[in-house]
């Protein structure tokens, strides 16, 4: 073999080397370049309890200072001289009581404003009604019965008995195993005189029956 064809025979040799070094150095990196990077790892936060709130406690029905007997059938009607004939209604002094019966006695009712107050059915075989029927005025007594809830509609919780068609709406016999005693209402901050009236008896029934009827007045400092 003559230098030249030596020659060139090493150089093949070379190159063929330089190529598998190559490949194996390509092969290498292939093999090992793994990622570095770690992938993220997400966190579940936990999910907050709900709030729970407190159930409201329910406000007790504030105690009647003002107490309001009715009863018609066995008692007479009394003469105010600013009001004329009244009839059915009295002050009580306290809650009513089987026994002994308060006694009934016609007459005004006088309350301060900003209180409260309770009516109570005292007639033991008759249903009645404390209601509402307009600013007082002398012996200008309504003709005729004008309350439109009357029997039927009971004004709610302290509600002022000055509101406009204020009523207890019927309140059972004494002792008749119905309630006979009214919702706790308040006497209002509106100071004046009230016509109130029982929506069975204001009407009169001849030949003389007197209407029950009675003026509540509310003071004010």
Sequence with gaps: MNGFSRLRALNVIVCSCACLLLLALVAAGGCSNKSSTTAPVTTLSPTPAPSLSPTPTPSPTPTPLNFVGMAYASIAPTTDPLYGEIDGYTQLAGVATASPLPVIVSGRITVHCNSTIQFYNLDRSLPHTASLLGTAAGT???????????????????????????????????????TSSSRTYATGSVAGSFYFGDFYDYKPVPPASPQMRTVITVLCP
Excluded: D, R
């Excluded at 039927?152 to 309140?171: E, H, K, M, N």
């Design 140 to 178: 200008n007594w309504p003709p005729t019965f004008n309350n439109v809830n009357g029997a039927t509609v009971a004004s709610p919780v302290l509600t002022p008995i000055t509101a406009a068609q204020f009523s207890t709406g019927t309140l059972a016999a004494f002792g008749s195993g119905f």
